[in-house]
Nanobody, 117 residues
Framework: QVQLVESGGGLVQAGGSLRLSCAAS????????MGWYRQAPGKQRELVAT???????NYSDSVKGRFTISRDSAKNTVSLQMNSLKPEDTAVYYC???????????WGQGTQVTVSS
């Protein structure tokens, strides 16, 4: 059974930092591209950052330079270091795993990040 379990969300003041983690089980982690997405109230889910199985990264323009995605293949985890947080970063953050060679992907249950002004 595939599981993606996020942790690390919470409440932080603007300018602060949080680190999100996602532990993956039930998949061959090394052949999945991993990503973080977020969904704010009343808005569509949007891409935050992705990292391929070969550690190539991609960021949305809104977080570039502030967030860093990384993966640890020994622990089957993907992390998102979020610095200089802004109130507009407030959202539920979801971990995603996409199979490298086919249309298969999995989602975590989400973790709430709230940034107060």
């Amino acid at each position: 059974q595939v599981q993606l379990v996020e942790s690390g969300g919470g409440l932080v003041q603007a300018g602060g930092s949080l680190r999100l983690s996602c532990a993956a089980s039930g998949i061959r982690f090394g052949i999945y591209n991993m990503g973080w997405y977020r969904q704010a109230p009343g808005k569509q889910r949007e891409l935050v950052a992705t990292i391929t199985s070969k550690d190539s990264t991609n960021y949305s323009d809104s977080v570039k330079g502030r967030f860093t995605i990384s993966r640890d293949s020994a622990k089957n985890t993907v992390s998102l270091q979020m610095n200089s947080l802004k109130p507009e970063d407030t959202a539920v953050y979801y971990c995603n795993a996409k199979y490298t060679w086919g249309p298969i992907d999995y989602w975590g249950q989400g973790t709430q990040v709230t940034v107060s002004s």
